[in-house]
């Protein structure tokens, strides 16, 4: 379906082409750039509420600024998609997210107005201050340096960090908090209390008004006359707030709250700011979803819609005639509910993902036993810590690709104290159409290099279950599960919890020649290989390893005897992975085998759904029954299941 852009924004391709338009003409070129955004989004899927909600900030920036020479980081990156339609990419958005096509995401690679790379949030602010720095250092001291930082992102600790330490440089940075008080879950902690205090505080709201344009005249009077500005601007600040301004604490020239969704008055505050050295905050209140009432009026069910009819606002789902396994998120969610009503220890714990790993039925059931801590999640596994200390068993959910922020946490504060964590791993593998910076990778190989640490990953829901049961038992100390994004493969998953033991492995069936291994979800991908192989008189063996520490040794060297070419198959990177523990084993016990792995290749992997990735990387089903087929087995008796 070809989307037509309005009038205006139909004439622009890049920033010089807004710049031609009167300011006047600003706000119908607005209407036209959200629309645009629910029109493509609408019929080819996407993030949404978020990019809605800055689209006069997006506007008015790109207006004033000479970008991309002035350097524009956007944080969490899906507010930016107005950004990308400015900036060239219009005639190609209908392939946002789809693969090989635009990622969801500003990406250096894709366009030189990309100035960092953002899939995580909360790094704007350290990236715009390094950039800053540079310049300063280049004598580039016309360049300008904004940080758009929202969503939620202004709760993790880079952000703090970075305000840290840029009060004290004194480059030309602009920090805009894109205040809509929202992630993709409603924002947590007392910074939100402290934003909100000053948002509805009417008497500093009536002062701040024209500050910005008078500092802005003063500057260019004199530096005493700026100086003394401040200094009174400062003083009756505080009397108004009646506390302290925490921005201009940190050494941050603080103007706001203003509103973000009136792109004259943005513009006229942003030419000002312009003329005012050194690091400066504004403060802009918007709406998430700005423009289409449904998701105005819930922002976090907007937040990625998927396709929806724009104009009765229906979200499309596909309908079956059967029932269909869960996701993985909802068996968790469940399960962990179940799990709690038995033992009175088990808390639940998440770094601002509450309704994206399904512990907000937790939150709702059990709200003084789980706990969403903001975009923290380092915090999240030290705090996760804390309560294991003191004999309860946290159950510390974080997206895969999230917890690469918190592996020091994890080794230092769980690990060495050998305290049962159990760290639930959500969209491990292959993300879909998040991307590179969303992929559950490397947590197979990150986690088990790890002593103390435990590391699992269940074929089935049922499996999932099971391991959140043993996890949960006395003395298991650290303990990873890891589990995809999306379906599993059960209709009948709610069965009754059931011990796994720790290291423990199983066969799937019995074969000749060939064994294939495999851990995790993808195990089913050779379920489907293995029925079309034996269609054809290829017969592997195939085991499910369950945990890739400890390994299932017995089960290891029951292979080894008896099969001299090996397939092991994992949702995960190749250098460090499975497939690396079971050629260790191998050497260490003196076997040879011809051992082939099938798993995520030494790449960054773009974004597109699972089953084209898979298939990129070599191993979804036809992958690996070409691994089969190449190693060139084949038999005439069929081997029945075990």
């Given at each position: 379906?070809?989307?037509?852009?309005?009038?205006?924004?139909?004439?622009?391709?890049?920033?010089?082409?807004?710049?031609?338009?009167?300011?006047?003409?600003?706000e119908?070129?607005?209407?036209?750039?959200?629309?645009?955004?629910?029109?493509?989004?609408?019929?080819?899927?996407?993030?949404?509420?978020?990019?809605?909600?800055?689209?006069?900030?997006?506007?008015?920036?790109?207006?004033?600024?000479?970008t991309?020479?002035?350097?524009?980081?956007?944080?969490?990156?899906?507010?930016?998609?107005?950004?990308?339609?400015?900036?060239?990419?219009?005639?190609?958005?209908?392939?946002?997210?789809?693969?090989?096509?635009?990622?969801?995401?500003?990406?250096?690679?894709?366009?030189?107005?990309?100035?960092?790379?953002?899939?995580?949030?909360?790094?704007?602010?350290?990236?715009?201050?390094?950039?800053?720095?540079?310049?300063?250092?280049?004598?580039?001291?016309?360049?300008?340096?904004?940080?758009?930082?929202g969503?939620?992102?202004?709760?993790?600790g880079?952000?703090?960090?970075?305000?840290?330490?840029?009060?004290?440089?004194?480059?030309?940075?602009?920090?805009?908090?894109?205040?809509?008080?929202?992630?993709?879950?409603?924002?947590?902690?007392?910074?939100?209390?402290?934003?909100?205090?000053?948002?509805?505080?009417?008497?500093?709201?009536?002062?701040?008004?024209?500050?910005?344009?008078?500092?802005?005249?003063?500057?260019?009077?004199?530096?005493?006359?700026?100086?003394?500005?401040?200094?009174?601007?400062?003083?009756?600040?505080?009397?108004?707030?009646?506390?302290?301004?925490?921005?201009?604490?940190?050494?941050?020239?603080?103007?706001?709250?203003i509103?973000?969704?009136?792109?004259?008055?943005?513009?006229?505050?942003?030419?000002?700011?312009?003329?005012?050295?050194?690091?400066?905050?504004?403060?802009?209140?918007?709406?998430?979803g700005?423009?289409?009432?449904?998701?105005?009026?819930?922002?976090?069910?907007w937040?990625?819609?998927?396709?929806?009819?724009?104009?009765?606002?229906?979200?499309?789902?596909?309908?079956?005639?059967?029932?269909?396994?869960?996701?993985?998120?909802d068996?968790?969610g469940?399960?962990?509910?179940?799990?709690?009503?038995?033992?009175?220890?088990?808390?639940?714990?998440?770094?601002?993902?509450?309704?994206?790993?399904?512990?907000?039925?937790?939150?709702?059931?059990?709200?003084?036993?789980a706990?969403?801590?903001?975009?923290?999640?380092?915090?999240?596994?030290?705090?996760?810590?804390?309560l294991?200390?003191?004999?309860?068993?946290?159950?510390?959910?974080?997206?895969?690709?999230?917890?690469?922020?918190?592996?020091?946490?994890?080794?230092?504060?769980?690990?060495?104290?050998?305290?049962?964590?159990?760290?639930?791993?959500?969209?491990?593998?292959?993300?879909?159409?998040?991307?590179?910076?969303?992929?559950?990778?490397?947590?197979?190989?990150?986690?088990?290099?790890?002593p103390?640490?435990?590391?699992?990953?269940?074929?089935?829901?049922?499996?999932?279950?099971?391991?959140?049961?043993?996890?949960?038992?006395?003395?298991?100390?650290?303990?990873?599960?890891?589990?995809?994004?999306?379906?599993?493969?059960?209709?009948d998953?709610?069965?009754?919890?059931?011990?796994?033991?720790?290291?423990?492995?199983r066969?799937?069936?019995?074969?000749?020649?060939?064994?294939?291994?495999?851990?995790?979800?993808?195990?089913?991908?050779?379920?489907?290989?293995?029925?079309?192989?034996?269609?054809?008189?290829?017969?592997?063996?195939?085991?499910?390893?369950?945990?890739?520490?400890?390994?299932?040794?017995?089960?290891?060297?029951?292979?080894?005897?008896?099969?001299?070419?090996?397939?092991?198959?994992?949702?995960?990177?190749?250098?460090?992975?499975?497939?690396?523990?079971?050629?260790?084993f191998?050497?260490?016990?003196?076997?040879?085998?011809?051992?082939?792995?099938?798993?995520?290749?030494?790449?960054?992997?773009?974004?597109?759904?699972?089953?084209?990735?898979?298939?990129?990387?070599?191993?979804?089903?036809?992958?690996?029954?070409?691994?089969?087929?190449?190693?060139?087995?084949?038999t005439?008796?069929?081997?029945?299941?075990?």
């Amino acid at each position: 379906m070809q989307v037509k852009a309005g009038d205006l924004l139909q004439k622009i391709n890049y920033p010089s082409d807004l710049k031609k338009l009167k300011e006047d003409e600003l706000e119908q070129l607005c209407q036209e750039l959200r629309q645009y955004i629910i029109d493509i989004v609408s019929v080819n899927g996407g993030h949404f509420a978020a990019s809605l909600g800055v689209v006069e900030l997006t506007v008015a920036l790109q207006y004033v600024l000479n970008t991309p020479y002035d350097q524009l980081v956007w944080d969490v990156g899906h507010q930016a998609y107005g950004h990308k339609i400015l900036t060239g990419r219009r005639e190609d958005f209908h392939t946002n997210r789809i693969y090989k096509g635009l990622s969801g995401f500003p990406k250096r690679g894709e366009s030189e107005y990309d100035t960092f790379g953002v899939g995580h949030s909360s790094t704007s602010i350290s990236a715009a201050l390094g950039m800053a720095v540079a310049s300063q250092y280049k004598g580039e001291t016309d360049r300008q340096h904004v940080a758009v930082i929202g969503d939620g992102a202004m709760t993790a600790g880079i952000a703090f960090e970075a305000l840290n330490h840029a009060g004290i440089e004194n480059t030309n940075i602009l920090v805009i908090l894109n205040d809509n008080n929202m992630a993709i879950d409603p924002n947590v902690g007392a910074l939100k209390e402290y934003l909100t205090d000053i948002t509805v505080s009417k008497p500093y709201n009536r002062f701040r008004d024209d500050i910005a344009s008078i500092l802005a005249k003063l500057s260019a009077i004199g530096p005493d006359a700026y100086n003394m500005a401040q200094k009174i601007e400062k003083s009756i600040k505080g009397t108004l707030l009646k506390r302290s301004n925490f921005f201009e604490a940190l050494k941050f020239r603080y103007f706001g709250p203003i509103d973000g969704h009136d792109v004259k008055h943005l513009v006229k505050v942003l030419r000002d700011l312009r003329d005012i050295p050194g690091p400066k905050i504004l403060h802009c209140i918007t709406t998430k979803g700005k423009g289409y009432a449904l998701a105005e009026k819930d922002q976090t069910k907007w937040h990625a819609p998927g396709l929806f009819d724009k104009i009765t606002g229906e979200i499309k789902k596909i309908k079956f005639e059967k029932p269909q396994p869960p996701k993985y998120q909802d068996v968790f969610g469940h399960s962990i509910i179940e799990l709690a009503e038995q033992n009175l220890k088990i808390m639940g714990i998440t770094p601002a993902m509450p309704s994206g790993c399904s512990l907000n039925l937790m939150m709702k059931a059990m709200p003084n036993r789980a706990f969403d801590v903001g975009i923290a999640e380092q915090h999240a596994v030290t705090f996760s810590a804390g309560l294991a200390t003191q004999g309860l068993i946290p159950f510390c959910n974080i997206y895969s690709s999230f917890m690469q922020r918190a592996y020091d946490q994890v080794i230092h504060d769980v690990a060495i104290q050998k305290l049962n964590v159990v760290f639930c791993l959500d969209r491990a593998g292959i993300a879909g159409a998040d991307g590179s910076t969303h992929h559950g990778a490397y947590d197979l190989a990150f986690m088990r290099c790890i002593p103390n640490m435990t590391v699992s990953a269940p074929m089935n829901e049922e499996e999932l279950r099971n391991l959140m049961y043993t996890a949960q038992q006395d003395n298991m100390g650290p303990f990873v599960i890891r589990y995809p994004r999306g379906q599993g493969v059960m209709v009948d998953w709610q069965r009754p919890f059931k011990a796994i033991q720790v290291g423990k492995g199983r066969k799937i069936c019995d074969g000749e020649d060939i064994a294939i291994l495999t851990i995790g979800h993808i195990g089913n991908e050779a379920v489907k290989a293995i029925a079309e192989l034996n269609a054809e008189g290829y017969y592997p063996a195939h085991y499910d390893l369950r945990f890739v520490k400890p390994l299932d040794e017995t089960l290891l060297h029951e292979v080894f005897k008896k099969f001299n070419k090996v397939i092991t198959v994992e949702d995960g990177c190749l250098e460090g992975g499975m497939g690396s523990a079971v050629i260790e084993f191998m050497a260490d016990n003196n076997y040879k085998a011809n051992v082939s792995r099938l798993g995520i290749p030494d790449l960054v992997i773009e974004h597109g759904e699972q089953h084209e990735l898979w298939a990129e990387c070599g191993y979804n089903d036809q992958g690996i029954a070409s691994a089969v087929r190449n190693a060139g087995i084949k038999t005439n008796k069929h081997t029945i299941a075990s």
